[in-house]
């Protein structure tokens, strides 16, 4: 399509402005976690590093970033072996209700958090009768990114195709020898792909981690949520927030990489 | 796959093997048993039993529920006032944030992908997800602290005698448009780019100049990648309640009146009832969605 030289440029322009305000309020916390003024006034009183040590130290923080981690990993494990699992079986077989079980798939992340939410809280507590705990935190987040799993590793399938299982096959390899020797193997990036991102996106859940963890299961999020709102801890806040920024960019890279699919399967 | 050799080594492990290899069905069923159950029966089950909950009642003097029938909740929850405006509070943000979400993703989603050169789009599409994968709860803050007294809106502000409009609706719309901008951008983009140039330029060639050639061709090839972008920032905006708390000072949303009911109110079928509107509401979408030829696009 012929676009005149204005039209270009003021293309181009609009992309930069949107794409750069994009980075707007990452800066401002970034900025704000090495401000001297307690109360983070813009522009930026002074320079210091306390607040970064404070953090460093803080025993409340640590527990929940070891919380966060062990949750993150369970729910990760579960979702790579259940969205592999759905992964292979929508790939390779044509049966009856197919559609409606990579929908199912998709569900909880479709409808809104609220929802998976208050769902599984209902579940756990009136219906089945169990106490919440870490376990029903790692159900619910486990739900959830069984998803990001599933998609990376569907793509993987489609792309391979399954010539080289039934060369395995036909050299008398059984079908678990050849899934472990052959299959495995070709889905190894997919799965990292995947896991990194299963881990990312329960590490992060905020909406469904209240509705479903105990009081004792203070995970990063719900910790920074309940330190958001309090003035003495606020500088603490920014050091996390900071930090979480410039972790958050080294899983996804790699799984962006692996997976090669510039979404990394997420939308 | 048909050329299975039988080894003369017999054992389980081989009969089942075997058997798996004669029958996709046998297969099949191993393979899709633990997933159907997990997604099956906890979340279909789980959503079934917000459903029957919702129709339970709570015990005004103990709190304890009781499973006693009744549609007292869902009265409540269609014809209570201040469910009702609360409702099409959080209904109306959530599209009026899709709507923004939509605007501001078309031209910078058509620049990527027919415009910008092969370089460059990696580089744009970059700039996308680094703020997507960014936390969640950072974002929201950041925008507190600039939507906060003496934050960077009311010093960007300053020069023209605009000051923060403080925390409320605005703050949560701008808020919600920007945490779930990518998820507009990214299927736009994607959508732009299997169309091929060859009918942008055909169109041209025939006479049409680019106003044109966007509103009778690309607009209406690239519409099902937006509804199927509209069904993200919809359904995120409709089931958020943190952003709200962060940013949204005293307005609330239907996700808080879930989160207040199940916590200070302990009223569980109440909040049932709540969480049951999302749902209707999605399923409307949805089902919108996929007329418009959408869900293929996700």
Partial sequence: MYLTRTTRIALRIATAVILALGFVPLIVVVVNSFNSDRAFGWPPAGFTLEWWYRAAHNAGLLAALRTSVVVALLSTAVALILGTLAAMSLQRHRFFGREAVSLLVILPIALPGIVTGIALNNAFRTILGVPLSLLTLVVAHATFCVVVVFNNVIARLRRLGGDLEEASMDLGADGFTTFWRVTLPLMRTALLAGGLLAFALSFDEIIVTRFTASQATTTLPIWIMDNLFRPNQAPIVNVVATALVILSIIPIAIAQRLSGDPSGGRV | ?298
């Fill in chain 2, 1 to 298: 796959m048909t050329g299975n050799v039988a080894l003369p080594r017999d054992g389980l492990r081989r009969r089942l093997s075997a058997r798996l290899t004669r029958s996709p069905r046998s297969r099949l069923a191993l393979l899709l048993t633990a997933p159907l159950l997990w997604l099956g029966l906890a979340y279909l089950g789980a959503l079934a039993a917000l459903l029957v909950t919702a129709l339970w009642t709570t015990n005004t003097f103990t709190g304890e529920i009781e499973r006693v029938w009744t549609l007292d909740n869902l009265r409540i929850v269609v014809t209570d006032s201040v469910y009702r405006s609360v409702t099409l509070r959080t209904v109306g943000v959530a599209a009026l944030v899709t709507v923004i979400d939509a605007v501001l993703a078309a031209p910078v989603a058509f620049f990527m992908a027919k415009v910008a050169s092969p370089r460059w789009q990696p580089l744009l599409v970059a700039a996308i997800l680094l703020p997507l994968w960014a936390s969640y709860l950072v974002k929201a803050y950041a925008w507190r602290s600039m939507f906060g007294g003496g934050g960077l809106i009311d010093w960007a502000g300053a020069p023209f005698g605009i000051g923060s409009p403080g925390y409320g609706l605005t703050a949560t719309v701008c808020t919600l448009a920007y945490l779930w901008f990518p998820y507009m951008v990214l299927p736009i983009f994607a959508g732009l780019e299997r169309l091929p140039d060859s009918l942008l330029e055909a169109s041209g060639d025939l006479g049409a100049r680019p106003g044109r050639t966007l509103r009778t061709v690309v607009l209406p090839l690239a519409f099902p990648a937006v509804v199927a972008g509209s069904i993200f920032t919809f359904s995120l905006s409709l089931g958020d309640y943190v952003a709200v708390e962060i940013v949204g000072g005293t307005s609330q949303f239907l996700g808080n009146l879930v989160y207040d009911n199940i916590g200070a109110a302990n009223n569980q079928p109440l909040a049932a009832a709540v969480g049951l509107v999302p749902v209707v509401v999605m399923i409307v979408y949805l089902f919108l969605a996929r007329r418009a030829g959408a869900l293929e696009n996700l």
